[in-house]
């Protein structure tokens, strides 16, 4: 199954999870924003492709800044780069340099799945590594914000890869937790839908 491979590296997590629930967590449904890059004429990046430890690209976008300090934004579970882009717009406007990123298995970048941070911790070394061989980056100066999974994600990592500063935004405590809201709201799902179908069978008869 799939989701054990995936589990077997986050502690506390029962691998007693069916197909579809875990399908759902591996695959979490794309939000929509009101906002696109085009929302914010004023920021020009530079599209980056950063190789990672597993063998794919990770997409993202670079905004120069007029100082070498670097911010990157981690989006949250299920989010895209999308998300950080008026964040972006502010710092950006403060001078920083700002590098986004889809997660794996998020929009434009590869991967398979979402792998709740198991995965996507390595995904943020490899970033850093890549920010610190950038002749435009001061390597002393850069910094992560993270939003729910990107934010438990790199909190994780601060100590590891010698981060300036972390900013966690909504970070989640547990991966239990987060596997639980997504089933529990799976399964409201389809209770309703099951309900509306049993009410269109009885109308029918």
């Known amino acids: 199954m799939v989701c054990h491979g995936v589990f077997s590296a986050l502690p506390g997590i029962s691998r007693n999870c069916s197909w579809v629930g875990s399908e759902r967590v591996l695959h979490p449904s794309y939000r929509g924003y009101e906002w696109s890059l085009d929302t914010f004429p004023d920021l020009h990046p530079e599209h980056v492709q950063v190789p990672n430890a597993d063998n794919f690209l990770l997409d993202g976008l670079f905004f120069h800044g007029t100082r070498p300090s670097l911010v990157i934004f981690a989006s949250g579970y299920g989010d ?3 998300q950080m882009f008026s964040i972006a ?10 590098l986004t990123y889809n997660s794996r298995a998020r929009a434009t970048s590869g ?4 792998t709740l941070g198991a ?4 995904d943020v070394v490899s970033l850093v590594s ?4 950038r002749r435009d980056v001061d390597a002393s100066r850069i910094g992560i914000l993270g939003i729910s999974m990107g934010g438990a994600t790199t909190i994780l990592l601060r100590r590891k890869i010698g981060i300036r500063a972390v900013v966690d935004d909504s970070g989640f405590s547990d991966a239990p937790s987060v596997i639980a809201a997504s089933s529990e709201h799976f399964a409201s799902s389809r209770l309703s839908i099951r309900a509306d179908n049993s009410r269109h069978r009885r109308s029918q008869s």
């Open 111 to 114: 991967g398979k799945y979402v």
């Open 119 to 122: 995965r996507e911790q390595q």
């Open 89 to 98: 717009e502010f710092l950006h406007h403060a001078g920083f340099c700002v």
């Open 130 to 133: 890549y920010a610190i061989g």
């Open 80 to 82: 895209t780069q999308e």
